[in-house]
């Protein structure tokens, strides 16, 4: 158990509303993950990150921010919903900071969040 | 960049027969090849990895993989599935030196297992 916490794990909004996902774990890696899963396209990465302010974007990061102000909170943010952004929300982590023998890039997965922008 | 395919979006098969899911990659470099189970209103979880040596990997719950450069492919198979198989699967691979260590995804392969 890596002890990633994802919140809320479903959410209904309306477009144009402001909403923030949170991915909490307990055990400081420093790498950390958002992703969305939509059917037909499998994990698409948003936006990662590799420390404490230390952010990159993914594939997919038009229309979504992200902050790192602690360790353990990475926080995935939607300025303004769309329903093109109603998806399947998942964080990880990864064990690279483990060592050279952990750094295979083996990710650890929260439970996800349900978004649904209406 | 790296690219990963999965060549089978479903994959219906009876309880107790063999079942193979497809993954093929392409990469000119060395690679980190992984495959992930999503049982249904679930997280990702690691089935089996692939890092260097023995070309066939043994993983959880009696799924094995087989490793083949030349074809570029990481064949995922159990000899008999159950019910409690029945989920998605996800093919990924990750450049292993001088990368960012990012995984990309296959979109996914349903593996739907019939009593």
């Known amino acids: 158990d890596a002890g990633i916490t994802q919140s809320p794990r479903h959410k209904v909004t309306e477009t144009g509303t402001p909403v923030t996902l949170r991915c909490h774990q307990t055990e400081n890696h420093r790498y950390m993950y958002w992703y969305r899963q939509d059917p037909g396209h499998g994990l698409r990465l948003i936006h990662y990150?590799?420390?404490?302010?230390?952010?990159d974007k993914g594939e997919v990061s038009d229309g979504y921010s992200v902050s790192r102000s602690k360790t353990e909170d990475f926080l995935l943010t939607l300025e303004s919903a769309t329903s093109s952004q109603t998806s399947v929300y998942f964080c990880?982590?990864?064990?690279?900071?483990?060592?050279?023998?952990?750094?295979?890039?083996?990710?650890?997965f929260g439970e996800g969040s349900r978004l649904t922008v209406l | 960049a790296q690219s990963v395919t999965q060549l089978d979006s479903q994959v219906p098969v009876f309880e107790e027969a063999p079942v193979e899911l497809r993954c093929n990659y392409s990469s000119s470099v060395s690679v980190y090849l992984f495959w992930y189970v999503q049982y249904p209103n679930q997280g990702l979880q690691l089935l089996l990895k692939y890092l260097s040596g023995s070309t066939l990997v043994k993983g959880i719950n009696g799924f094995e993989a087989e490793f083949n450069k030349s074809q570029t492919s990481f064949h995922l198979r159990k000899p008999s599935v159950h019910i409690s198989d029945t989920a998605e699967y996800f093919c990924?691979?990750?450049?292993?030196?001088?990368?960012?260590?990012?995984?990309?995804f296959g979109r996914g392969t349903s593996l739907i297992v019939h009593p």
């Open positions: 990150s590799y420390g404490v302010k230390d952010t």
């Open positions: 990924a691979v990750i450049i292993a030196s001088g990368g960012s260590y990012i995984p990309t």
């Open positions: 990880a982590i990864s064990l690279r900071d483990r060592g050279i023998t952990m750094t295979t890039g083996e990710l650890f």
